[in-house]
């Protein structure tokens, strides 16, 4: 079945320090893996995808097909990264469907 | 970056009455677009996926008789929760594909609450 898992509800970091929001999936195929971030008040909108390899507001996330994880990363937190982050998958076949994880809300402490 | 607006953003309506929620694609055209239900706190969970001039794909343990979708044009889907109950209460929220670069855009979402 598939299946985006994002244990944390919650991770509150104070600013500067590093962050890294935990996502693993299930999928039986070759799966395409996003961030999506919510800021407050504000639509879902794409952070990352997992087959552009970038860097977007510093985050990078690496896919772990050994694992089963697409860990989202940022080596110094800012406030404005205050915001809930969903860990997303799409199966193969190109259609757009996502399967999405419970989101993780982050925190950013000054 | 492409815009996608759904309407209302807001509406409250009594048990048994029918609701329309619209997602329009304002500066492209979609062939494809989806229609997610979220509860509070929780995550985004996939109903259907609203196909330009054919049959909406519902997921499963989606009732299709009960949310209508019709895609009628490159810019529009609509999505109708017929003979609304409290438990339809929900934030329902649209995404549509890009269909150059694939992405997609989400609505703002519609927080529909029933009496």
């Known amino acids: 079945a598939q299946r985006v898992t994002q244990p944390e509800k919650l991770l509150s970091v104070f600013k500067g320090a590093p962050v890294e929001l935990k996502c693993n999936y299930s999928?039986?195929?070759?799966?395409?893996l996003f961030w999506y971030v919510q800021y407050s008040r504000q639509r879902l909108q794409l952070l990352l995808r997992?087959?552009s390899r970038e860097s977007i507001k510093g985050f990078t996330a690496d896919l772990n097909k050994g694992e089963t994880s697409f860990h989202l990363k940022k080596p110094f937190a800012q406030e404005e990264d205050s915001a809930m982050y969903y860990c997303?998958?799409?199966?193969?076949?190109?259609?757009?469907?996502?399967?999405f994880g419970q989101g993780t809300t982050l925190q950013v402490k000054p | 970056g492409a815009v996608v607006s759904q309407h209302p953003s807001w509406v409250i309506c009594k048990s048994g009455t029918s609701v329309k929620i619209e997602c329009r694609s304002l500066d492209f055209q979609a062939t494809t677009m989806f229609w997610y239900r979220q509860f509070p706190k929780q995550s985004l969970m996939l109903m259907a996926t609203s196909n330009e001039g054919s049959k909406a794909t519902y997921e499963q343990g989606v009732e299709k008789d009960k949310f209508l979708i019709n895609h009628a044009s490159l810019t529009l889907s609509t999505l109708t929760v017929t003979s609304a109950h409290p438990e339809d209460s929900s934030f329902y929220i649209c995404?549509?594909?890009?269909?150059?670069?694939?992405?997609?855009?989400f609505g703002e979402g519609s927080r529909l609450t029933v009496l």
């Open positions: 997303a998958l799409s199966g193969s076949g190109n259609t757009g469907k996502l399967i």
């Open positions: 997992h087959i």
């Open positions: 995404s549509a594909r890009e269909p150059f670069s694939g992405e997609l855009f």
């Open positions: 999928y039986s195929g070759s799966p395409e």
